[in-house]
């Protein structure tokens, strides 16, 4: 009878211990899988509130870029989701407005892109050039800041990703969308944005270049006002070449799979 009894309290005190395990991980778990009934498409929640999903998940994209080694095998593309909605016109344009304020309704001068994908929803995706139109205004805040936030196609410093999936919208604003090839770990990996990351390069040269200009100008207006009150320095602007904001889709180095 003792020997039962230490045998009961033994297999008791297993079952106790499995449990508190169980219960402590459950509580330690940071990311949750919520099921979206469709294929090829896994939906992550952080349950952590210290963890920035946007700037956690160009982590990740940096690291891609800079090792070219793959870290997963089945995974395709990331993106980070800082924003949900239900997927209407008006819920939309209310969840971009709460998230674009603090980005662009400043006199920071920036460029930006707006990528707008409908997926297992005929409705909405009939509606993207009216959404894309709303969200631009939206940036812009009918036209108070459009001077500081002009549209660039070709590798933005902000791209706006609107993805509607069935009858719920993701958003969020990331950096360097085509420089990550638009967060697709398969052509990350393979080299397929070296031309956007030496464009960048360059772009940051043209940039120095253009500083070191204005500094040239600025020492040689100095000399001149000592010597001539009548000399006139130009300002040096460079260029935007900036396209329409009604093409608002960013170009692709190469389709996605």
């Known amino acids: ?7 009961v309290a033994i297999t008791a005190g297993i079952e106790k211990g499995i449990e508190d395990e169980i219960a402590e991980m459950n509580e330690q778990k940071i990311f949750e899988k919520v099921d979206t009934t469709l294929n ?29 080694k793959r870290k997963t095998r089945f995974t395709q ?21 709460s998230m674009l304020a603090g980005i662009f309704h400043n006199k920071t001068p920036t460029t930006y892109g707006i990528i707008y994908k409908s997926r297992n929803n005929t409705e909405m995706k009939k509606k993207r050039d009216e959404i894309i139109k709303l969200v631009a205004g939206i940036v812009t805040k009918d ?4 001077e ?23 958003l969020s604003v990331v950096k360097n969308f085509n420089l990550y090839c638009k967060y697709n770990v398969d052509e990350l990996t393979k080299n397929f944005c070296l031309p956007y990351l030496k464009r960048s390069q360059d772009e940051n040269a043209s940039s120095n270049d253009a500083d070191n200009v204005v500094k040239e100008d600025n020492n040689e ?24 904001p009604e093409k608002t889709k960013l170009a692709n180095p190469s389709d996605a799979k």
Not at 1 to 7: E, L, T
Not at 42 to 68: R, T
Not at 77 to 97: F, G, M, N, W
Request: hydrophobic share 35%.
């Open 148 to 170: 500081f936030n002009k549209v660039k196609l070709d590798s933005p410093e902000h791209s706006i990703i609107i993805n509607v999936v069935k009858n719920i919208t993701f």
């Open 221 to 244: 207006k100095d000399t001149s006002e000592a010597t001539d009150n009548n000399s006139k320095i130009c300002d040096v602007e460079a260029d935007p070449n900036e396209s329409s």
């Open 40 to 68: 090829n498409v896994m939906y992550l929640v952080c349950n952590d509130n210290n963890v920035d999903i946007v700037p956690f998940v160009s982590m990740i994209m940096a690291d891609l870029l800079e090792g070219k």
């Open 1 to 7: 009878k003792q020997w039962y009894q230490r045998r």
């Open 143 to 146: 036209e108070e800041f459009s």
């Open 77 to 97: 593309r990331i993106l980070p989701i800082s924003h949900t909605c239900y997927a209407s016109v008006e819920d939309i344009c209310k969840t971009a407005s």
